[in-house]
């Protein structure tokens, strides 16, 4: 947190957060006001498993700085194995990051159950914290992206 | 766009009018205002008349999480004919004003989560529930106080109901206490009244020495295989006489209901109460049943009712709902050596105190050493033991386990009661007594019953000869004190049933950090469980006392009742869909379905030349989806969709996400 207070950077996280153990998580910590930036915004699926690894491609070549996916811990899934396919999935993504060339730390995959709210926000917080020291996610720019990205913001200004 | 302030909670941080603003210019928002209270009746008002007013397609109500409040923003927009499956929750409270600070940024967020609910909202379509049926039988796991109060409040409605019981009798851990504070009445008269009542309503079967094997399907539909352990024993035969308990050669075992202090047969009837009143053979321990040596129980049963030859059997059933009602355990105190527990038999821990104190205990009620059997002069109560344990000792519980510091007043009272002379101590960390009439209850102990009750914890035990030595702190007078002491009770934490966390699995119920089964929201849906169709009735959602459990055995059957009461019940829409055009057939989705609700059929389809070919597609069972999406992605050809959380509507959101400026 303090990196980006330094040099103004705000990094752009998208977390996606399964309905039944993580997202529960997520608003435990906000009932118990335990706080972490601002930058990550959560997307609820229903189960890990939803998160294609497409979503997660797409986020990087949007601009989005780091990605975090967080489910029910191994075990726990309500859908009894959902989060396995995700553990599966994901460890292969890995390694396709490296072979992008986008560092592997800018995607995460923690277990956070519904009863973990102190869990959550310190996750939140350490992600933040070192997506912030690894600074902007510039190997998938899509130039068009871009243009498009821009010419709609000013026009919201 | 419908921009909540929550009173203070969401606009105490983010400037809610400038979200609205700022929503306002955002394309396809033709209408965006702000309320106090969006959930109250006038804020829901407010809803429903724009919707009539700009005949709006879809809305977003930016306010606390889905969680609290999908369903009631769901209901007033179909109230006036929108589709409930339009609406979108932006969370801004839960994940946006609780959790940050700084105004600017939070209301930058908010925003932000406003548009990625409008880029996902953009891109719904009206879905339509399906809708099932309700087996009107019920299944309670547990037979305890919860799971015997929850059966016949159940059954009393009219509706049938099941309890597996894990061990040979219903009654659980009631069944082992002498008296119940704060009236000192007996348990076992309160207690098994209801247990006989249980086996005699003709809508309550009981399946003792059974449990849970294997748990298939969904609310309403619940499709259940109980084990039932074979007992060597007919139990519609046997007559509950005793005969062979009394003639089995083998009777050093020790007793599981009085916690080892006495000894039970190789065939035995757990105490005189037991329900059902049917013998049941240890095959354990029985010479028969392991070296084919003895047949002396079925040589004097004379109803026949001995049956070596029995096997486990696998009962399936439907059911509507289950109600969870496993209980508690005492924790394991192994690792706390400091109290000389297991190196002297005059360490005992409150359940054993209970049935030391209990007329149908292994004494008859007469409260004497376990060692030597003598009066003991003076006793010693030790609180906390395992409960509100620092994380960092690496054992016990952080919990407190609520029920000890009035059992041990109860017990301090009881031991004054039959020997006035005696001395009693009460090491405390606290006394908690929230409860109706609990401290005038530890007021009387200490008070009018002159028990000696001392803050501080008792540091070492040491046996000294026949007596214990305990050495402790008294932390008001901030001295060190030694105590001789003849018995220590230990009041030892508790934890949720060992067998719990499997059977967690099996109903895909989730836990808390503790072990105990968490409920679907701590303050208004106490004891449902977050998986529809399952509920919490008792000490397996957390440390409680007798008076709690059995109200919440009551609001839990009140629960079932309700929803067995239903003919039909709506299913989750949010489930996968297939396109045909696009399937291969290749068995993918149905390889990773956790619940088999992908099957592929040969269907018709068109092909160049006017003609038809037959091709195998995949076909989703929407009875059965419960909507993971796990399909969605395992699919190569895209052809899998879940509804509701499109991989389109998704990305929308992700791109929404990324679109704002660092």
Request: charged letters at 25%; a positive charge; hydrophobic letters at 35%.
């Amino acid at each position: 947190m303090q990196d980006k207070q330094i040099n103004g950077y705000r990094p752009k996280i998208a977390a996606f957060c399964c309905n039944w153990c993580s997202y529960a998580g997520a608003d435990l910590a906000g009932g118990n006001r335990l706080s972490y930036p601002c930058d990550v915004k959560i997307i609820r699926v229903p189960c890990s498993c939803r998160v294609d690894p497409i979503f997660v491609l797409r986020a990087f070549r949007r601009g989005a700085d780091g990605v975090i996916i967080c489910g029910c811990h191994p075990g726990d899934c309500h859908y009894t194995s959902g989060n396995y396919h995700t553990r599966r999935r994901m460890s292969l993504l890995f390694s396709f990051l490296d072979y992008l060339g986008i560092e592997r730390e800018r995607m995460r995959v923690e277990w956070v159950s519904a009863s973990e709210g102190a869990k959550f926000a310190a996750v939140m917080n350490d992600f933040v914290s070192e997506i912030s020291k690894l600074g902007e996610n510039r190997r998938l720019e899509d130039v068009r992206c871009k243009e498009q990205t821009e010419t709609r913001l000013s026009e919201e200004r | 766009m419908f921009v909540c302030h929550c009173g203070t909670n969401i606009a105490g941080t983010v400037d809610v009018e400038a979200v609205a603003d700022a929503m306002k210019s955002e394309s396809g928002v033709v209408y965006s205002a702000t309320y106090q209270y969006m959930c109250s009746q006038s804020g829901q008002d407010i809803i429903k008349k724009a919707i009539r007013d700009y005949e709006l397609g879809g809305i977003v109500v930016c306010s606390c999480s889905p969680r609290m409040h999908e369903a009631t923003f769901r209901k007033a927009a179909s109230s006036v004919g929108m589709n409930p499956y339009m609406v979108e929750i932006a969370n801004i409270r839960e994940q946006c004003s609780w959790v940050h600070k700084n105004r600017e940024d939070a209301t930058s967020k908010a925003i932000t989560l406003a548009r990625a609910a409008v880029a996902k909202l953009k891109l719904n379509f009206p879905l339509t529930p399906g809708e099932s049926g309700v087996t009107k039988r019920a299944l309670v796991i547990g037979g305890g106080i919860a799971g015997i109060q929850t059966a016949l409040d159940i059954a009393d409605a009219g509706y049938k109901v099941d309890i597996v019981e894990k061990s040979p009798t219903i009654g659980g851990k009631m069944a082992q206490l002498d008296k119940t504070f704060p009236t000192l009445d007996c348990a076992a008269c309160i207690l098994t009244p209801k247990m006989v009542d249980a086996a005699q309503n003709e809508n309550i079967r009981i399946f003792s020495y059974s449990e849970v094997e294997s748990v298939s399907g969904y609310v309403g539909n619940f499709t259940v295989t109980v084990k039932k352990k074979a007992r060597y024993v007919k139990e519609d035969v046997c007559t509950g006489c005793g005969l062979c308990t009394e003639k089995c050669p083998r009777k050093k075992i020790p007793s599981e209901f009085n916690l080892g202090m006495d000894n039970r047969s190789a065939v035995y009837i757990p105490f005189a109460q037991a329900v059902p009143k049917v013998a049941v053979i240890d095959s354990e321990h029985c010479m028969m049943l392991k070296e084919n040596k003895c047949g002396v129980c079925s040589k004097v049963c004379t109803a026949g009712a001995i049956d070596y030859t029995q096997k486990d059997e696998y009962i399936e059933e439907k059911y509507g709902a289950i109600v969870v009602a496993t209980g508690y355990e005492p924790i394991s105190l192994e690792r706390f050596g400091e109290y000389a527990r297991g190196m002297s038999p005059d360490v005992i821990t409150s359940l054993e105190f209970e049935r030391l104190t209990s007329a149908a205990g292994p004494t008859h009620g007469k409260l004497v050493r376990p060692s030597d059997k003598m009066k003991p002069n003076t006793v010693v109560f030790v609180q906390c033991v395992g409960s509100r344990c620092e994380p960092s000792l690496g054992k016990g519980k952080e919990y407190c386990s609520k029920i000890c510091c009035m059992y041990t007043a109860k017990h301090a009272m009881l031991t004054k009661e039959k020997y006035p002379d005696a001395e009693v101590y009460v090491f405390y960390i606290d006394v908690r007594t929230p409860g109706k009439n609990f401290d005038e209850f530890y007021r009387r102990a200490a008070e009018e019953y002159g028990v000696k009750y001392i803050k501080g914890m008792v540091g070492k035990i040491t046996p000294d000869g026949e007596r214990l030595n305990v050495s402790a702190s008294d932390l008001i007078c901030r001295k060190k004190l030694e105590i001789k002491a003849d018995l220590v009770v230990l009041a030892a934490a508790i934890e949720p049933s060992p067998t719990a966390r499997a059977l967690a699995t099996k109903l895909a119920s989730s836990m808390d950090t503790n072990g105990f089964f968490t409920e679907a929201h701590p303050k208004l849906r106490p004891v449902e469980s977050p998986t529809a169709g399952v509920f919490l009735s008792g000490a397996c959602q957390g440390p409680r006392d007798i008076p709690e459990t059995v109200a919440q055995a009551g609001a839990a059957a009140a629960k079932v009742i309700g929803l067995l009461s239903k003919e039909r019940l709506t299913a989750n829409p949010c489930v996968a869909v297939c396109d045909e055009e696009m399937c291969s057939g290749c068995s993918v989705c149905g390889n990773v379905c956790p619940y088999g609700a992908i099957t592929y059929v040969e269907k018709e389809f068109r092909v160049p030349g006017g003609r038809t070919k037959a091709r195998r597609v995949a076909s989703v069972n929407e009875a059965v989806c419960q909507g993971c999406g796990c399909c969605a992605v395992a699919c190569m050809s895209g052809a899998m969709e879940l509804k509701g959380f499109m991989s389109s509507q998704i990305m929308a959101e992700v791109d929404a996400i990324c679109r704002t400026s660092r």
